[in-house]
Structures are given as structure tokens and as C-alpha cells.
């Protein structure tokens, strides 16, 4: 059964950090990409960033470049996303979500989210 539990959400101050973890169980971490999702308050959910099965290629969306880093423990089944020079418009629930190979299709998974909340 393939699970995803995200971790690391919280209360910050603008200019704060966090460090999410998406822990995984199920199926061969490793084959598969990663992404981080994010859903504001009345906001639809938009792509925050992904990276490859190696961990060697990542890419971001415009809002987060140079703030935010993607990452990967493939020997601990984890992926990570760290969150620096967060502002009030980076609050919402951060998802990550697992795409692999199954069968010759692909097969997404999404964990239930944890919640990042910016205010002063």
C-alpha cells in the first residue's frame, strides 16, 4: 500500500524557515519523481517545485525560485522541501506528490497535505 505523510508544517514570522518532509512507504522511492503542491486560501493548488528520481534535476515555480529547495533521501524514502525567506502568501497546505511507472502508465499518489502558515 503506497503512503505519503508530509511533516515539518507550522507557524512562522515572514522571513522565518521551514524544513517539510514527505515520508514514503510502498513502492520503490527511487523510480519515482517527486513534486511539492500548495494550496493557498481561495487560491487554486499550484506546482511549488520537483525533482528527478536521482535528485540531480529540479525545477521550481516562479514564486519560490531562490527561496525554497527541493530534495531527495532516496536510501530513506524521503523527500524534503526546505522553505527560507517565507512570506504571508507562501501560507497554505503543501502536498507532495509521487509519480512512477506502473504497467507502462504512470501512477500518482498525493499524502494529505501539512499546513505552513506566514503571519506576523
Known amino acids: 500500500q503506497v503512503q505519503l505523510v508530509e511533516s515539518g508544517g507550522g507557524s512562522v514570522h515572514p522571513g522565518g524557515s521551514l524544513r517539510l518532509s514527505c515520508t514514503t512507504s510502498?513502492?520503490?522511492?527511487?523510480?519515482?519523481?517527486m513534486s511539492w503542491y500548495r494550496q493557498g486560501p481561495g487560491k487554486e493548488r499550484e506546482l511549488v517545485a520537483h525533482?528527478?528520481?536521482?535528485?540531480?534535476?529540479?525545477n521550481y515555480g516562479d514564486s519560490v525560485k531562490g527561496r525554497f529547495t527541493i530534495s531527495r533521501d532516496n536510501a530513506k524514502n524521503t523527500g524534503y522541501l526546505q522553505l527560507d525567506s517565507l512570506t504571508p502568501d507562501d501560507t497554505g497546505a503543501y502536498y507532495c506528490?509521487?509519480?512512477?511507472?506502473?504497467?507502462?502508465?504512470?501512477?500518482?499518489?498525493w499524502g494529505q497535505g501539512t499546513q505552513v502558515t506566514v503571519s506576523s
Open positions: 506528490r509521487i509519480d512512477f511507472l506502473r504497467d507502462d502508465r504512470w501512477i500518482d499518489y
Open positions: 525533482i528527478g528520481t536521482a535528485g540531480d534535476a529540479t
Open positions: 510502498g513502492f520503490a522511492f527511487s523510480s519515482a519523481v
